[in-house]
């Protein structure tokens, strides 16, 4: 059974970069499309891109300019970072595996999600 | 972006009865080449991650109770629990996964009446 797990700081300061890492376990890392989802509180979920096991990447077009997705497959790992960040990026986030689709695909493997809060 | 708009926000069902969501999208989720709607259901429980209920607009995840279906086509869908049972409480989302970026309707919330 595939099992995802997110790891990183829950408190970052505005203006500063989010870091969090997913580790899988229980299953191949290859020739699957990692994915980082959120969730503001209170609010709907938000797809935030992808890092392929090769390593290309995918960004929804208004985080683009703020995030960079890694993935280390010796590891089992695939990092995401967000830039400059204000209250607004105040979230629960989700590592997630996807399949099925050929554009996007649907999300079987969720992590449990770590709540990540941006304050002073 | 394409976008998904869920109706309703939310309904109270009594234990045992139907219960009806429906997902509406901006534009077409069917593939001509392959006849298949890019469409997928999640159940969000309060502390947990959501987990997929149905993909492919009608095709249920293994291990799924089968009182969870999925109908219909092209821009038009819906998740049907057949009876209703207290562990199905949650926010039920749909998904369309037809073009980047993937995204999500706002969500239904189902409660016990």
């Known amino acids: 059974q595939v099992q995802l797990q997110e790891s990183g700081p829950g408190l970052v300061k505005p203006s500063e970069t989010l870091s969090l890492t997913c580790t899988v376990s229980?299953?191949?890392?290859?020739?699957?499309?990692w994915n980082w989802i959120r969730q503001p509180p209170g609010k709907g979920l938000e797809w935030i891109g992808y890092v392929y096991y090769s390593g290309s990447t995918n960004y929804n077009p208004s985080l683009k300019s703020r995030v960079t997705m890694s993935v280390d497959t010796s590891k089992k790992q695939f990092s995401l970072k967000l830039r400059s960040v204000t209250a607004a990026d105040t979230a629960v986030y989700y590592c997630?595996?996807?399949?099925?689709?050929?554009?996007?695909?649907?999300?079987?493997?969720w992590g449990r999600g770590t709540l990540v809060s941006v304050s002073s | 972006d394409i976008v998904m708009t869920q109706s309703p926000d939310s309904l109270a069902v009594s234990l045992g009865e139907r219960a009806t969501i429906n997902c509406k999208s901006s534009?077409?989720?069917?593939?001509?080449?392959?006849?298949?709607?890019?469409l997928a259901w999640y159940q969000h429980k309060p502390g947990q991650p959501p987990k997929l209920l149905i993909y492919?607009?009608?095709t249920r995840e293994s291990g799924v109770p089968d009182r969870f279906s999925g109908s219909g086509s092209g821009t038009d869908f819906t998740l049907t629990i057949s009876s209703l049972q207290a562990e199905d409480v949650a926010i039920y989302y749909c998904?369309?996964?037809?073009?980047?970026?993937?995204?999500f309707g706002q969500g239904t919330k189902v409660e016990i009446k």
């Open positions: 534009q077409s989720l069917l593939y001509s080449s392959n006849k298949k709607n890019y």
């Open positions: 998904q369309q996964y037809y073009s980047t970026p993937p995204t």
């Open positions: 997630t595996r996807e399949y099925g689709g050929t554009a996007a695909g649907y999300f079987d493997y």
């Open positions: 492919w607009a009608s």
């Open positions: 229980g299953g191949s890392i290859s020739s699957y499309y």
